[in-house]
């Protein structure tokens, strides 16, 4: 398990959640909760996600165009998490709607 063990691993947990914490303060509320229940609900699913789109972006793809692949890539699984963690994203500023003509 490397050279620090359990304790290392420790240690790389809590800077991860600091590190999660700063960049959910500059979020909108909702999208906040969204991803905090995602996070608890499916860390490895958003472990994938991030690792997939940085390795787009290394190969010169853009944020926004590297998280859209990675996006529909786990579309399914994204929205099997959300509904797990009783996140509804009509609810969200932004969010598709689930009713509606379109």
Known sequence: MGIFGKLGKKVKDKAVGVAMRQQLKKMD???????????????????????????????????????????????RELAEAMQSAGVNPSQMKGGAPTKGPF
């Open 29 to 75: 509320p909702a999208q906040r909760q969204m991803f905090e229940g995602l996070m608890n609900s499916n860390p490895e699913l958003l472990e994938r996600i991030a690792k997939e789109s940085q390795a787009l972006i290394k190969g010169g793809k853009s944020e926004m165009q590297a998280m859209m692949e990675v996006g529909k890539k786990y579309q």
